[in-house]
T-cell receptor, first 112, second 117 residues
Framework: TQLLEQSPQFLSIQEGENLTVYCNSSSVFSSLQWYRQEPGEGPVLLVTVVTGGEVKKLKRLTFQFGDARKDSSLHITAAQPGDTGLYLCAGAWVQGAQKLVFGQGTRLTINP | DAGITQSPRHKVTETGTPVTLRCHQTENHRYMYWYRQDPGHGLRLIHYSYGVKDTDKGEVSDGYSVSRSKTEDFLLTLESATSSQTSVYFC????????????????FGEGSRLTVL
């Protein structure tokens, strides 16, 4: 059973298009993080959202935490080939517990 | 750069042999983790440590043991490797010290690719 469900699992679009990746759960998280991973490397943290309804922007990337803190989304505007990679969401269940549960990932390919 | 080094980076072994993966950090952070990554499963926690000689199990701990005799080193051992343990293993650290303000952000090593034949 995957506690954090990401959708879609695979996405291939053309450069310049917009896209949204979803991360959903039936559990409430104290915080949720998004990581990006390139082949042969470890995941790298992009952002952490903590407050229900919070929106954070990182250049062309917009991250939102659901009001009930059970879900999150990542929206990319005008995607570029450099955005290609594996995007992972991860939830922290209890503050201070230092344990994360990861979604299965979304493999994004941006074609020139 | 979080100062995390994993070794070996690649290993091929045979079923039934013991394997130890090493994670070394240079910043003396309290929390260290071992994850495995498999297609369709994302990252799954094997074991983690919250201090020297203090470890706990994750969601996929069967067949794995860990040890942490020094702050900077966290070892993952497969006592008798099986083909189902073929995977990419990632070590991670958390730079927070715990407590209510912690949000659990992790910094990962580059991974160790293990193939069990």
């Amino acid at each position: 059973t995957q506690l954090l469900e990401q959708s879609p699992q695979f996405l291939s679009i053309q450069e310049g298009e917009n896209l949204t990746v979803y991360c959903n759960s039936s559990s409430v998280f104290s915080s949720l993080q998004w990581y990006r991973q390139e082949p042969g490397e470890g995941p790298v943290l992009l952002v952490t959202v903590v407050t229900g309804g919070e929106v954070k922007k990182l250049k062309r990337l917009t991250f939102q935490f659901g009001d009930a803190r059970k879900d999150s989304s990542l929206h990319i505007t005008a995607a570029q080939p450099g955005d290609t990679g594996l995007y992972l969401c991860a939830g922290a269940w209890v503050q201070g517990a230092q344990k994360l549960v990861f979604g299965q990932g979304t493999r994004l390919t941006i074609n020139p | 750069d979080a100062g995390i080094t994993q070794s070996p980076r690649h290993k091929v072994t045979e079923t039934g042999t013991p394997v130890t993966l090493r994670c070394h950090q240079t910043e003396n952070h309290r929390y260290m983790y071992w994850y495995r990554q498999d297609p369709g499963h994302g990252l799954r926690l094997i074991h983690y440590s919250y201090g020297v000689k203090d470890t706990d199990k994750g969601e996929v701990s069967d067949g794995y043991s860990v040890s942490r005799s020094k702050t900077e080193d966290f070892l993952l051992t497969l006592e008798s490797a099986t083909s189902s343990q073929t995977s990419v293993y990632f070590c991670a650290i958390s730079k927070t010290s715990g407590g209510a303000s912690n949000t659990g952000e992790l910094f990962f090593g580059e991974g160790s690719r293990l193939t069990v034949l």
